[in-house]
């Protein structure tokens, strides 16, 4: 069982920025493929980014392509999402997700609230 708990989230007026953080209990960490996805309110959970065990490569909605970045530190069994330039369409709960499919995550965490005001 892995347990995935985010924090960094909370209120951001348009264009500024906040970095989230997903730390997993896991000691199998490393062999995850880590993963956020969002959920607007009336809005199904979508993805929004992904990276491998290697970190070699990144995945990213084009949504957020050029202004989300997605990091992993192995050592600290911890996945990150810098997120720039935040629009008020990025208002959403974000979850840390974690897997061996990019898209079909086993494991989710509990979410964390990210809204950006106009």
């Known amino acids: 069982q892995v347990q995935l708990v985010e924090s960094g989230g909370g209120l951001v007026q348009a264009g500024g920025s906040l970095r989230l953080s997903c730390a997993a209990s896991?000691?199998?960490?490393?062999?995850?493929?880590m993963g956020w996805f969002r959920q607007a309110p009336g809005k199904e959970r979508a993805f929004v980014a992904a990276i491998p065990r290697s970190g070699s490569d990144t995945y990213y909605a084009d949504s957020v392509k050029g202004r989300f970045t997605i990091s992993r530190d192995n050592a600290a069994n911890t996945v990150y999402l810098q997120m720039n330039t935040l629009k008020p369409e990025d208002t959403a709960v974000y979850y840390c997700?974690?897997?061996?499919?990019?898209?079909?995550?086993?494991?989710w965490g509990q979410g964390t609230q990210v809204t950006v005001s106009s």
């Open positions: 997700a974690a897997g061996l499919r990019v898209y079909e995550p086993s494991y």
């Open positions: 896991s000691r199998t960490f490393s062999t995850f493929i």
